[in-house]
């Protein structure tokens, strides 16, 4: 028998509408409202054991002792499963329901679904949080709701994976994962190709990104011969024994070492730990990868006014573009505070 | 475009693979002689050692060190299989080969020198039962391991050369062991009729040629200098291009997957049916500028028109660097109105969160995925181990249990559609 | 990320096509993708003068005031 809790709002509780909806945070034995249906979908497979209520004014006047009041109740009785809602295209309901389940999941690590309309708010807000099914926009959707909240919520407290969104029934959490198809490649390929010959429907397995964020050029350097300017690469050029330990693909750190050490190149000489090209060039010659001799020349010709003192490495490969992101903002927060003036950045 | 060759193909249907002393099929069951297959192995003195064990489907067996993968395969007649590395040069694809179904000769090696730098041969692992067997399609075949140890004295680029021969050899002479047996059934592939009313579709196929280790050999030489040219199916079915793509393991196209290429099956399957299969063209990718890059897609779309193609799916092999050359070719492509379908995998990190492909064009809107290859996999402790004892650069004990990349495991997002993988959206 | 911080960057690479979907404004050809700062081909002291060439060639980048990402031409 899965025992589970329930979260509702002052509504579906039977206290009041909007007129109610300051109604504090209480915790009721049992189900109440949605919860009989839930009951009645479990059949002899499961029973609610408590259903926490708030008011969807006083939830968010103070969430977060509210979310503490949830923590505390359900440490105690510790179900096997919190189902929230379903708050149909609620905005204020859905959020607290997304709420309560991303923390009741993360952090009493009980399995939480809730139910949403896909364009609810909280959708996008909470998907990666809690598992979501997606229901109508209005309590008129109330019965199919609860069949696909307690199908998928049975699942998930017996602990069972996640198998793909569409065939789970649920609102997608925005990632990706393999999964096993008896469907060959080959034959999913010239399938998709003769629809499209035909001029058919066709669903692609992955879709194209949205256009990526166009970038503001950076206002030019004004005087060259007064700048300084700075060298980085995602080439992977470090000192030999890579005391940072920069990976080398899918790379989460980079670092700064002195232009005068790369300069002398050895103890410790330089090498590319880089996994995504043939270094054997630039370990050869690391000016191949950061300019150095010749950003120096022109430095000591008055082209430019000097060469920062530190060059910046990380590694190019399998980095995700969240941690690209993340670096390159922290490189040019760096350069900034050091007073560079313009960058060369060398790419594999 | 008259396609004039027609290979006749008999399958030898192999259920199972014994160690022992007489060569040959009795009962769908393949005797491998060990003692004859250790001396031509030891043959070529680059070679030190070889240990020969068979690795069959639904064993708590792990092979590690996974380097290439043959089908035994032997011309009946006149030539050899694989000309170039062995017998003498011509061309494929025409005549009576034997093939022996279900299994594959893989070769498993360290090399006798440390590598550095990016091309090197790395760990690539193929786990036999459980659930783990879904991540190497070589868990579905009877496996001939010829584990080798190299003559510590030889470099790593002779040894590579000496790896390849002994394999592309036993699968030959295990193929010739047969040569008597009733085939279980006999195709012939041939598709110079091309129906009028039937599209014409053309497989693009481009191939890793990046450098040593990261090789595709046709007819026994090396790709760097390739532009896009054609080939017929049958040539590429019946062994003009063998593998030395020994880098990451789950984007390796090896040998046993070029002769038996789930995509160039599918299309002659479906010839003069739905379609007409009008050529496969091949390329090199991993071309180091974008000058080439653009020189050698370019090429590629203009052979698709010249045999008058109406669509073309596109595979390649290796990371972001050769899916910039696919995807060009798949926008030359469509920009001169051929459709195009892409096999692709993806990249969207440990977690998913990320965006799964590394370069697109905006007309790749068809494309087929093969799965995550960024994923971390949980791998259980095995009874046997084939190939070594600790994997590479880690030397994590191989009977495990420890956790392994999706980069590590052998074929796991093949890009010719051999895996089971896809990725999908949770 | 550099240039979204105000700070001009030239980008040295032999793959322009991926650096401009990357998002990077001031893209310079260069070299090939193993050595985008290096011609192994050339003797030690010309492939010095010819970085020092590229090398300009990016500090011009950077003193170019732009409206959107450009590739500079190979010249």
Partial sequence: MVRIAHYINQFFAGIGGEEKADAPFEVRDGAVGPGRAIEMALGAEGEIIQTLVCGDNSFHADAEANIEAVIASLGRSKPDLLIAGPAFNAGRYGLACGAVCAAVSERLGIPTITGLFPEAPAVDVYRSRTVMVPTGDSAAGMKGAVEVLVRTGMRLAQGEQLRPADVDGRIPMGFRRSWVTDIPVAHRATEMLLAKLRGDAFASEVALPEGAEAIPPAAAVAELSSATIALVTEGGLVPEDNPDRIESSSATKWARYPISMLERNENPSFKSIHAGYDSQWVDADPDRMVPLDALKALAAEGVIGGVHDYFYATTGTGTTVTHGERMGDEIAKQLISDGVHAVIVTST | ?426 | MIEKNGVPAALLTAMTSMAMVAGANRILSSGLIPHPAGDPTRSPDEEFVWRKGQVLKALNAVATPLEEAQIFADW
């Fill in chain 2, 1 to 426: 475009m008259r396609q004039p060759h027609s290979l006749t193909m008999h399958t030898i249907e192999i259920d199972g693979v014994v160690l022992g002393g007489d060569a040959g099929v009795s009962n769908g069951t393949l005797t491998v002689d060990v003692i004859a297959v250790t001396a031509l192995v030891l043959e070529d003195p680059r070679i030190a050692g070889v240990e020969i064990e068979i690795a069959r489907p639904g064993e708590s067996t792990r092979i590690v060190h996974c380097l290439d993968a043959v089908e035994p395969r032997t011309k009946i007649g006149e030539g050899s299989v694989f000309p170039g590395f062995l017998g003498g040069m011509e061309t494929v694809g025409q005549g009576e080969t034997l093939r022996l179904a279900g299994v594959s000769v893989l070769v498993a090696s360290r090399y006798p020198q440390p590598f550095s730098g990016l091309l090197q041969a790395r760990e690539a692992v193929v786990d036999m039962s459980g659930d783990t067997a879904v991540y190497s399609p070589f868990s579905r075949v009877a496996n001939v391991v010829l584990a080798l140890t190299p003559n510590p004295d030889i470099e790593n680029d002779d040894y590579d050369d000496a790896v390849r021969r002994a394999s592309l050899r036993t699968a030959e002479y295990l193929a010739g062991t047969a040569a008597d047996h009733e085939p279980d059934d006999t195709t012939v592939w041939d598709f110079s009729d091309q129906d009028p009313d039937l599209p014409k579709v053309v497989y693009f196929y481009q191939l890793q040629g990046q450098g040593r280790m990261a090789d595709t050999f046709l007819y026994g030489h090396d790709i760097h200098n390739l532009v896009p040219t054609l080939i017929h199916p049958n040539e590429v079915l019946d062994g003009a291009i063998v593998s030395g793509v020994y880098v990451y393991a789950c984007y390796k196209n090896p040998t046993y997957l070029h002769q038996n290429n789930p995509i160039i099956w599918e299309l002659q399957a479906r010839h003069g049916k739905d379609m007409n299969f009008a050529g496969v063209i091949i390329n090199r990718g991993h071309n180091y500028t974008q000058a080439d890059k653009e020189r050698s897609s370019h090429w590629a779309a203009k052979l698709a028109e010249f045999i008058g193609a109406d669509g073309a799916i596109l595979t390649a092999e290796g990371g972001g660097n050769s899916a910039i050359d696919m995807m060009l070719a798949c926008q030359y492509m469509e920009q001169a109105g051929i459709k195009t379908t892409v096999v692709s995998s993806e990249a969207a990190g440990a977690d998913g969160y990320d965006f799964p492909l590394f370069y697109t064009v905006p007309e790749a809107d068809a494309i087929v995925s093969i799965g995550s290859e960024d994923e971390v996999i949980a791998m259980p402790k095995v009874e046997r181990v084939i190939g070594g004892d600790t994997l590479l650069d880690t030397e994590t004990p191989a009977i495990g249990p420890f956790d392994l990349k999706m980069y590590f495991h052998y074929c796991g997002t093949n890009q010719l559609g051999a895996n089971v993988l896809v990725g999908r959206e949770f």
